[in-house]
Structures are given as C-alpha cells and as structure tokens.
C-alpha cells in the first residue's frame, strides 16, 4: 500500500485536496484546476454557480429524513466537513449498512462516508477522534465544500 515518491505527489490525496480548499476559502479563490499526467482535478466553489440540477442517484431515500440538516449545530463539537463537492453516501453500497451512525466511535483514519465526484468514490477519512454525537447530512444528498457531515464530540 506504500509508494515511494508518487503517493507523496497524488493530487487526489484527501488531505491535500482539503488543504487546497481552505486555500481557497482563504484567499477567496473561485476555482482550482490541476492536472498530473493525464489526471485532472478541477475544484469550484459552489457558491460562484447558479444552482444546476442533479442527477438522483438510485439508492436515494424517496423522502428526506427529519434528522438531516444542513445548517451548522452550535460550537460544542467538532465537525467532519466535506472535501468537496458531490454525493453523499453514507455506505459503500445501498445493501450495506453506514460506515458510521450515532454514538459510533471514530480514530482519525475511521472511513465515515464517500463523497462521489465525477464517478469517482472519494473515502473519506474522520481525521478526528471522538464520538459521533450526529449525520448532518442524508443519504445520496449533494454536498458542497466545506458542508458539515458529522458532528463529532472529543471530550470526555
């Protein structure tokens, strides 16, 4: 699983694409666009875009659950945001049960959902430790950069 020198220089490494979004967030940067060999890897902030409509992805629940909610929760946990912009899915695969539900315990490396971007499933890691205290978002809903995910309590 180790790889010398182009591990270190994947542009798709989760890390690295969160860091390009807080540049982004911090310098007020509309959109990064890389490209390594013939891999590309374009990110927009939503917010300079009209709203486009989505395709519905086919696990998608028939009716929102009352839980979900896209507003930030007060300032009394830390939160697990997005990387990007996608899908969100909360298991590997409809049949399969959440990669983390309420009152599950998470390490930094703890896969907690898949943000899927242009057909590509993005795993994306906890990078916290603590105790997910709430899922913000629903299954197969879009997500933007930076949206919260997960509320997560570390102290204790």
Do not use: W
Not at 128 to 138: D, H, K, Y
Request: proline share 10%; charged share 25%; with cysteine.
């Amino acid at each position: 699983m180790k790889e010398s020198s182009s591990s270190k220089h994947d542009i798709f490494d989760v890390r690295k694409i969160r860091r390009l979004v807080e540049m982004m967030k911090e310098q007020d940067l509309v959109e990064i666009d890389l490209q390594q060999g013939e891999v590309r890897i374009q990110l927009r902030r939503a917010e300079a875009f009209a709203p486009t409509a989505a395709i519905p992805p086919a696990a998608a629940p028939a009716k929102p659950e009352p839980a979900a909610d896209k507003s930030p929760p007060p300032d009394d946990g830390l939160l697990i945001t997005s990387p990007m912009v996608g899908t969100f899915y909360a298991a590997a695969d409809p049949d399969s049960p959440p990669f983390v539900k309420v009152g599950d315990h998470v390490g930094p490396d703890t896969t907690v959902c898949i943000v899927e971007a242009m057909k590509v499933f993005n795993q994306i890691p906890a990078e916290v430790s603590g105790r997910i205290v709430a899922v913000l978002v629903e299954n197969g809903a879009s997500v933007e950069f930076g949206q919260p995910l997960f509320k997560v309590e570390t102290g204790g």
